[in-house]
């Protein structure tokens, strides 16, 4: 795991200052995005690995450097800066208006000067969810290479053997049923969504990894993705149940707004289950971490007796959150399926007629 630093980072030029353990940046620093991959401290300098800073402002244009130009946010380069809790406090702005992580424009005063830029560059959740998407492409290809060269009849060796029993219930458990008529035409997206989300909880585990799944904005645009999906789905029946509800006039008033609201609402439960269940578990890890440096902080002796219960409390953890990245992963794309197919459906009279039969 990374940040556990009980030291500073120094300025240039300034003497190591030693301060306690603090378990909210520790757990801040890694489950938030930043502009260069921390992986951990050593003897209380940080080993990171810098990104890509791509910067567009309209006065100076388009500016791209290595995030180590900001020295960990101890220096400005080109006339930005990183913000960081130790700049703010040295200038007694206000962390309302200057959000820590974030870049801002500053004048030769080191002041910021609030001119406003467009930020696009490569920050650690972009780079991991980019090394997902490679995965993804390096797995599903050579999978799709190996049908090609043996054929479906053969028995499968390697990744295929490992991925087709998913493949195979991904296809009849949950698009199959859901999507009854246009299952083969939305397998291979519902699958997308599944991998890419299944991938990237995986790398979240991994010491180091980045937080992607369990980042608003990440699940957000995945939410947009399955809610346009079922937009450009839907048929009149389902508008038509949504505008004109089979129900007494004097209730349509009521029923109306609430299945309009109910629209939006299926997209933002997506958002925020995937979001919350795996930053609720990245937090817990890394609190039970903490514990052992927070108790040697106050008894060195405490610090160690306590190590073998945090190990034991965190391999726990860690198969749980390991069970959580497939559940979560395969609840939003079940329940994708599930939009797409109610959006699908049929009038309520072809609907019972083809139960009937």
Same mark, same amino acid.
């Given at each position: 795991?990374?940040?556990?630093?009980?030291?500073?980072?120094?300025?240039?030029?300034?003497?190591?200052?030693?301060?306690?353990?603090?378990?909210?940046?520790?757990?801040?620093?890694? /489950?938030?995005?930043?502009?260069?991959?921390?992986?951990?401290?050593?003897?209380?300098?940080?080993?990171?690995?810098?990104?890509?800073?791509?910067?567009?402002?309209?006065?100076?244009?388009?500016?791209?450097?290595?995030?180590?130009?900001?020295?960990?946010?101890?220096?400005?380069?080109?006339?930005?800066?990183?913000?960081?809790?130790?700049? *703010?406090?040295?200038?007694?702005?206000?962390?309302?208006?200057?959000?820590?992580?974030?870049?801002?424009?500053?004048?030769?005063?080191?002041?910021?000067?609030?001119?406003? @830029?467009?930020?696009?560059?490569?920050?650690?959740?972009?780079?991991?969810?980019? @090394?997902?998407?490679?995965?993804?492409?390096? @797995?599903?290809?050579?999978?799709?290479?190996?049908?090609?060269?043996?054929?479906?009849?053969?028995?499968?060796?390697?990744?295929?053997?490992?991925?087709?029993?998913?493949?195979?219930?991904?296809?009849?458990?949950?698009?199959?049923?859901?999507?009854?008529?246009?299952?083969?035409?939305?397998?291979?997206?519902?699958?997308?969504?599944?991998?890419?989300?299944?991938?990237?909880?995986? *790398?979240?585990? *991994?010491?180091?990894?980045?937080?992607?799944?369990?980042?608003?904005?990440?699940?957000?645009?995945?939410?947009?993705?399955?809610?346009?999906?079922?937009?450009?789905?839907?048929?009149?029946?389902?508008?038509?149940?949504?505008?004109?509800?089979?129900?007494?006039?004097? /209730?349509?008033?009521?029923?109306?707004? /609430?299945?309009?609201?109910?629209?939006?609402?299926?997209?933002?439960?997506?958002?925020?289950? *995937?979001?919350?269940?795996?930053?609720?578990?990245?937090?817990?890890?890394?609190?039970? @971490?903490?514990?052992?440096?927070?108790?040697?902080?106050?008894?060195?002796?405490?610090?160690?007796?306590?190590?073998?219960?945090?190990?034991?409390?965190?391999?726990?953890?860690?198969?749980?959150?390991?069970?959580?990245?497939?559940?979560?992963?395969?609840?939003?794309?079940?329940?994708?399926?599930?939009?797409?197919?109610?959006?699908?459906?049929?009038?309520?009279?072809?609907?019972?007629?083809?139960?009937?039969?």
């Amino acid at each position: 795991m990374s940040g556990y630093s009980t030291f500073a980072n120094p300025t240039e030029g300034e003497p190591h200052e030693k301060k306690g353990f603090n378990a909210k940046e520790v757990i801040l620093g890694h /489950v938030k995005d930043a502009h260069d991959w921390h992986l951990l401290d050593i003897a209380g300098t940080p080993v990171t690995i810098p990104l890509p800073v791509i910067i567009y402002s309209k006065e100076r244009g388009l500016s791209t450097f290595s995030s180590s130009q900001f020295h960990h946010g101890h220096a400005s380069h080109d006339g930005y800066r990183l913000v960081t809790d130790h700049y *703010l406090e040295e200038k007694g702005l206000s962390a309302t208006k200057y959000v820590p992580g974030k870049v801002i424009a500053v004048g030769a005063d080191d002041m910021p000067t609030n001119e406003e @830029i467009y930020d696009w560059s490569v920050t650690k959740n972009l780079a991991s969810m980019l @090394i997902g998407a490679v995965l993804l492409l390096w @797995i599903m290809l050579g999978v799709a290479k190996a049908y090609t060269k043996r054929g479906s009849k053969q028995a499968p060796k390697g990744m295929q053997s490992l991925l087709e029993p998913v493949i195979i219930f991904m296809r009849d458990e949950v698009a199959k049923p859901n999507i009854p008529g246009a299952y083969e035409r939305y397998t291979p997206f519902i699958l997308t969504i599944f991998f890419f989300i299944l991938i990237n909880n995986l *790398l979240g585990l *991994l010491p180091g990894g980045a937080n992607v799944t369990g980042n608003l904005a990440v699940t957000a645009a995945l939410a947009l993705i399955s809610f346009l999906a079922t937009m450009f789905s839907s048929n009149r029946h389902f508008w038509g149940h949504i505008l004109n509800p089979p129900v007494p006039g004097w /209730v349509k008033p009521i029923l109306v707004p /609430v299945e309009i609201i109910g629209i939006f609402t299926k997209p933002i439960s997506l958002m925020i289950r *995937l979001f919350a269940n795996i930053l609720a578990g990245h937090i817990i890890i890394l609190s039970i @971490i903490s514990l052992v440096f927070i108790f040697g902080s106050l008894q060195p002796i405490a610090g160690f007796g306590f190590a073998p219960i945090t190990i034991i409390f965190n391999i726990v953890m860690m198969m749980l959150e390991l069970l959580v990245a497939f559940i979560q992963a395969f609840i939003f794309a079940n329940l994708t399926a599930v939009f797409i197919g109610q959006a699908m459906e049929g009038g309520h009279d072809d609907h019972h007629e083809a139960k009937h039969h």
